[in-house]
């Protein structure tokens, strides 16, 4: 079952801009994620936000989160070649056994050097 | 260094042959699980363990098994019923400790299968 949905599917940027993703979803949740993927490899973990939480920052990404809209957005600033990736964004379920993950498509970000 | 090895990277199966896909993890974690992951597509959990010798069905476990004798292993079996097992399978474990509450997953590094 589907839960998140990323927007958009996919991006094109240059080096330097900004990157902005949107994920919303549809029940309660106790926690988004945002993950990323390498061509051909596994994901990796980038950012938690819990649902009492409307911001948080590591580094260059930024992470809101509007439980009454039901979405979320990753920027991430000063875009890097190297940032080229899938970017998911995934639910636990409020109530939900901790660990299954709900995954969105992701949406595929392209940085032009 | 401590994560998840999966193997193989690679795998071809003929049409009737059950294959299976081995992930070890020397994380500590409690918890494992099975994803599918096809083109342009998300991931569909396929099986979880959060114990040893305990397993769950997740969404699309039809045509799969696993086992869980070890805590660091989780084997998945495509079994010929399977009707279309070309697919990205990934592993991966939960955090346990202070992050266990979290569910932040980690991951190995996949397993491409594709059937003749």
């Known amino acids: 079952s589907q839960q998140g949905e990323e927007d958009p599917q996919a991006l094109s940027i240059q080096e330097g801009e900004n990157a902005t993703m949107n994920c919303s979803y549809k029940?309660?949740?106790?926690?988004l994620q945002w993950y990323r993927q390498n061509s051909g490899r596994g994901l990796v973990h980038l950012i938690l936000?819990?649902?009492?939480?409307r911001e948080k920052h590591s580094g260059r990404l930024r992470v809101t989160l509007d439980t009454s809209k039901k979405s979320s957005s990753l920027l991430i600033t000063a875009s890097r070649a190297a940032d080229t990736a899938s970017y998911f964004c995934?639910?636990?379920?409020?109530?939900?056994?901790?660990?299954?993950?709900?995954f969105g498509k992701g949406t595929k970000l392209s940085v032009k050097p | 260094d401590g994560g998840i090895t999966q193997s193989p990277k690679y795998l071809f199966r003929k049409e009737g042959q059950n294959v299976t896909l081995s992930c070890e993890q020397n994380?500590?974690?409690?918890?494992m699980y099975w994803y599918r992951q096809d083109p342009g597509q998300g991931l569909r959990l396929i099986y979880y363990?959060?114990?040893?010798?305990?397993?769950q069905k997740g969404d699309i476990a039809e045509g799969y098994s696993v086992s869980r004798e070890k805590k660091e292993s989780f084997p998945l079996t495509v079994t010929s019923a399977q009707k279309n097992p070309t697919a990205f399978y990934l592993c991966?474990?939960?955090?346990?400790?202070?992050?266990?509450?979290?569910?932040?997953?980690?991951f190995g590094e996949g397993s491409r299968l594709t059937v003749l």
């Open positions: 029940t309660s949740i106790n926690n």
């Open positions: 363990s959060q114990i040893v010798n305990d397993f």
């Open positions: 994380l500590n974690h409690d918890a």
């Open positions: 991966a474990s939960l955090a346990s400790g202070g992050a266990r509450v979290t569910g932040e997953l980690f």
């Open positions: 995934a639910t636990v379920n409020y109530g939900g056994s901790q660990g299954n993950l709900i």
């Open positions: 936000i819990r649902s009492n939480e």
